[in-house]
């Protein structure tokens, strides 16, 4: 059943139709390792957002012509779920999957250190099990941390956010009812160890005053949730020590 475009997006005291204000972030959760098969994995709630991320690698490239001589090909594969939005979508990879997944693979490399690993391949695999607004970002996020969980070696974490504007108002994290029916998106992704944009699209149309305030408000937005990546990496490794600290014990 396709969502139904509320009288407003934004009521009279200045909130949104999830209740948050213009620049609050929906409820984030990560984590690192939830995959036993993979080299590296992640998983991402964003609101209602349910990402899964994978990553193996480096490994030989197959076939070998693949290979790049003075580093590694880094490969993305995003894909919905048929089951992720309202309607089923067909299981094969839409035109938006196929463009989602350059989009992602551009915006990760420039952090990965990949001319350590010439003549092999890093393959992301980011399946969306329930869509609601972001996903490019919140899957950018997501597979940044399942990279470092695979150790390779990276210049920093790649964070993504949106801001646009929904009802004459600049707001940030843009939940699906926004991104539908909203003015404008501006989705970023940022190295904040360097202060660098990877990534920078936008949809709409934003003043010249619209726009700065939108980019800064993704930009304190994506700090937020590096400081957040970064604690979901320390998780991991407290609960191998206090694993092994237990091991030691008996």
Do not use: W
Request: proline residues 6%; negative net charge; glycine residues 6%.
């Amino acid at each position: 059943m396709a969502l139904v475009k509320p009288a407003k997006l934004i009521d009279e005291n200045g909130l949104r139709v999830d209740g948050r204000k213009p620049n609050e972030l929906r409820p984030l959760k990560l984590e690192v390792g939830v995959l036993d098969k993979a080299d590296g994995s992640a998983y991402i709630e964003q609101g209602k957002n349910k990402i899964l991320v994978a990553v193996y690698g480096p490994r030989e490239a197959h076939p070998r012509h693949m290979g790049l001589p003075d580093r590694a090909a880094l490969r993305c594969r995003y894909h919905m779920a048929p089951f992720s939005t309202e309607e089923r979508r067909s299981p094969a990879p839409s035109r938006r999957d196929i463009e989602l997944s350059k989009v992602i693979r551009e915006a990760l490399e420039p952090a990965v250190i990949s001319e350590m690993y010439p003549r092999t391949t890093i393959d992301i695999f980011i399946e969306v099990l329930q869509s609601d607004g972001g996903t490019r970002c919140a899957g950018i996020t997501g597979a940044s941390l399942a990279l470092a969980d695979a150790g390779i070696p990276m210049r920093d974490l790649v964070v993504a956010c949106a801001a646009g504007k929904v009802d004459g108002k600049i707001v940030v994290d843009l939940c699906d009812l926004e991104d539908k029916y909203g003015e404008a998106d501006l989705p970023i992704a940022l190295m904040p160890a360097f202060n660098a944009l990877t990534l920078i699209q936008m949809d709409g149309l934003l003043t010249l005053n619209e726009f700065y305030e939108a980019l800064n408000m993704a930009r304190e937005a994506c700090k937020i949730i590096y400081e957040k990546q970064k604690q979901a990496l320390k998780n991991k490794y407290y609960q191998i020590k206090e694993l092994i600290e237990t091991e030691g014990e008996k």
